[in-house]
Nanobody
Framework: QAQLVESGGGLVQPGGSLRLSCAASGRAATNIAMGWFRQAPGKEREFVASITWSGAGTYYLDSVLGRFTISRDTAKKTMYLQMNNLKPEDTAVYYC??????????????????WGQGTQVTVSS
């Protein structure tokens, strides 16, 4: 069993930056996919970014490529999402998530086994 807790959301003006954090607790595992999803009002939840346990592989939704950066600190059991040049269309509740995967999994969209509670990001002037 894993518990995930997000933090770092808030209100920011267009063009601004935020860094989301996701702290994990529970049984340690290395064969996991880690990533972020988001859900805007009236829309379905969508994949945003993922990273391999080693940190060597990352994958992004096209609309955030070049603006968002996913990273992780295995010693702190924490994952991050640095969001720069934020746009109003980035407004959503952001969720961190993990999935138990087979060894050798390459970063990409995935189907989470565990979710965090979500943190609100609002981009508005």
């Amino acid at each position: 069993q894993a518990q995930l807790v997000e933090s770092g959301g808030g209100l920011v003006q267009p063009g601004g930056s935020l860094r989301l954090s996701c702290a994990a607790s529970g049984r340690a595992a290395t064969n996991i996919a880690m990533g972020w999803f988001r859900q805007a009002p009236g829309k379905e939840r969508e994949f945003v970014a993922s990273i391999t346990w080693s940190g060597a592989g990352t994958y992004y939704l096209d609309s955030v490529l070049g603006r968002f950066t996913i990273s992780r600190d295995t010693a702190k059991k924490t994952m991050y999402l640095q969001m720069n040049n934020l746009k109003p269309e980035d407004t959503a509740v952001y969720y961190c998530a993990i999935e138990l995967v087979s060894p050798g999994w390459r970063a990409g969209p995935f189907s989470p086994d565990y979710w965090g509670q979500g943190t609100q990001v609002t981009v508005s002037s």
